[in-house]
Nanobody, 121 residues
Framework: QVQLVESGGGLVQAGGSLRLSCAAS????????MGWYRQAPGKQRELVAS???????NYADSVTGRFTITRDNAKNTVYLQMNSLKPEDTAVYYC???????????????WGQGTLVTVSS
């Protein structure tokens, strides 16, 4: 009922920048929050950044000051601007949305397929 499509991943040198985008579509009544998670080989999936529909943000300590999450509520789209990238940022980045498909329905979490970010030294 809800689909998330990520884009913007790729290969970048350490110290460089990338901007990820995630667009939600489908049967959406409302989206209360969207965020980005990442998972590196051999590691658990972790929260990178999140943002509510009202603009409240939250960041992992490892990316605070380097990454910025923004959203366009009219387009149901969330962005992640990543600056000063480090090799340890290398991971598959997943978009997540907390959405209601109809009034009165429980909000549920939805995931995108992921986009690979590789930071070289």
């Amino acid at each position: 009922q809800v689909q998330l499509v990520e884009s913007g991943g790729g290969l970048v040198q350490a110290g460089g920048s990338l901007r990820l985008s995630c667009a939600a579509s489908g049967r959406i009544f409302s989206i209360t929050a969207m965020g980005w998670y990442r998972q590196a080989p051999g590691k658990q999936r972790e929260l990178v950044a999140s943002i509510t529909s009202g603009g409240k943000t939250n960041y992992a300590d490892s990316v605070t000051g380097r990454f910025t999450i923004t959203r366009d509520n009219a387009k149901n789209t969330v962005y992640l601007q990543m600056n000063s990238l480090k090799p340890e940022d290398t991971a598959v980045y997943y978009c997540n949305a907390e959405a209601q498909v109809a009034p009165g329905f429980r909000g549920m979490g939805y995931w995108g397929q992921g986009t690979l970010v590789t930071v070289s030294s």
